[in-house]
C-alpha cells in the first residue's frame, strides 16, 4: 500500500533557525542543502533504474519534493526580495544584466520544477505512475541550471549585495526570513499574494 505523503507544513528544517541570523550565512546554507538534493534527484533516477520504487525510493522522493517545494521556494523568495532590488536599483548594468538573468532563472527553475514536482511525488507515495524516461533527462537539465545560477550568485551577486546593503537591513532582513520560515506555508502563501 502506498505510503501517503505528508503535507508540506510537515516540513522543517532539523536546526531551527535563530531570529538573529546573519541573511548571507542563511542563504549560503540553502545553497549547500540545493547541491545535496540535487545530488539527492541525480542518485534517485539511477537507483529506480536498477530497483524501482521501493522504501529507500519513497524516502529520498519525499525528501526532495518538501525541500524544493518549501525550502528552495523560500529561498528564491529572500532572494527576490532582499537581494536582487538593491542590484537592480544600483545603476550598474553589468550588475542589473546579471540580476535580471537570475530573476528569469527564478521562472526556469519554477516552470522545470512544476514538471518534476508530480514525478517525485508519485514515487514518494509508493506509485509507479512516474515517467522515468522524463526524469533521467529532465533532473540533469534542472541541476545544470540550479548550478549555473548558484555560481552566479555566489560569484558575483552576493557579493556585490554585502557591499551594497547597510548592516541594519541587513539585521532586518535576518530577522525577516527567519520569521517567514517559522510561520506554517498557508500563512506564508497568503502574505506572499
Not at 542518485?43 to 525550502?71: P, S, W, Y
Not at 554585502?162 to 541594519?168: D, E, V
Not at 530577522?175 to 497568503?190: F, H, T
Request: aromatic share 8%; proline share 6%; with cysteine.
Amino acid at each position: 500500500m502506498p505510503t501517503p505523503l505528508p503535507s508540506p507544513t510537515a516540513a522543517s528544517s532539523s536546526t531551527p533557525i535563530s531570529l538573529t541570523a546573519q541573511p548571507f550565512d542563511m542563504l549560503d546554507t540553502c545553497h549547500q542543502q540545493i547541491v545535496s538534493n540535487l545530488q539527492l534527484m541525480g542518485d534517485l533516477v539511477a537507483h529506480l533504474q536498477e530497483h524501482g520504487v521501493d522504501g529507500k525510493a519513497q524516502t529520498m522522493a519525499r525528501a526532495i519534493f518538501l525541500f524544493f517545494m518549501n525550502t528552495a521556494h523560500q529561498h528564491h523568495i529572500d532572494e527576490e526580495k532582499h537581494i536582487f532590488p538593491a542590484l537592480i536599483n544600483s545603476g550598474d548594468d553589468t550588475l542589473i544584466r546579471h540580476t535580471l538573468r537570475l530573476q528569469q532563472d527564478h521562472g526556469w527553475i519554477e516552470e522545470d520544477w512544476l514538471e518534476l514536482a508530480p514525478q517525485f511525488e508519485s514515487i514518494a507515495a509508493g506509485y509507479n505512475w512516474f515517467n522515468l524516461e522524463l526524469l533521467a533527462h529532465a533532473v540533469p537539465v534542472f541541476q545544470a541550471l540550479y548550478q549555473d545560477h548558484m555560481a552566479l550568485e555566489e560569484t558575483m551577486i552576493y557579493p556585490e549585495a554585502k557591499a551594497r546593503i547597510a548592516q541594519w537591513d541587513l539585521q532586518g532582513m535576518g530577522r525577516e526570513m527567519a520569521e517567514r520560515r517559522r510561520l506554517p506555508r498557508q500563512v506564508r502563501s497568503r502574505d506572499e499574494h
